[in-house]
C-alpha cells in the first residue's frame, strides 16, 4: 500500500509541475535585435516580444519624437534594451 501511495503523490506532484511551472524555470530565449537608427529601434521596441532583447549600436542618436514602450515583459521573460558597450550609446533630441 505504501508503494501505491508514494508511486500516486509522485505521479500527482509531477502533473501539478506540468500545469504550474515553478517560478524559477528558465526564461525563453531572447531574440536579439540590434538597431543602428531611432527608426529601427521604435519598430524593435513595438515588434518586442518577452525575452527580447534590443541592442542600440554604439553611437548619438538624436530624436524630435518620444520614444514609446507599450510592449510587457514578463517576470521571466524580460524584453532588455542594451547599448552595444556600457556607456557607448547617447539619446539625444528634445526627447532624448
Known amino acids: 500500500m505504501k508503494k501505491v501511495l508514494t508511486k500516486f503523490c509522485f505521479l500527482l506532484f509531477s502533473g ?3 500545469l504550474f511551472p515553478p517560478a524559477f524555470s528558465k526564461p ?6 540590434k538597431v543602428n537608427s531611432i527608426t529601427a ?5 513595438y515588434e518586442s516580444q518577452p ?3 534590443i ?3 554604439n553611437g548619438i542618436y538624436t530624436t524630435t519624437e518620444s ?3 507599450k510592449n510587457p515583459g514578463t517576470a ?3 524584453i532588455t534594451i542594451q547599448a552595444e558597450t ?3 550609446v547617447e539619446i539625444a533630441g528634445t526627447n532624448g
Open 51 to 53: 525575452g527580447d532583447q
Open 16 to 18: 501539478l509541475l506540468s
Open 55 to 57: 541592442v542600440l549600436t
Open 67 to 69: 520614444i514609446v514602450i
Open 41 to 45: 529601434f521604435q519598430r524593435a521596441i
Open 76 to 78: 521571466v521573460n524580460k
Open 86 to 88: 556600457e556607456g557607448g
Open 28 to 33: 525563453a530565449p531572447a531574440k536579439v535585435v
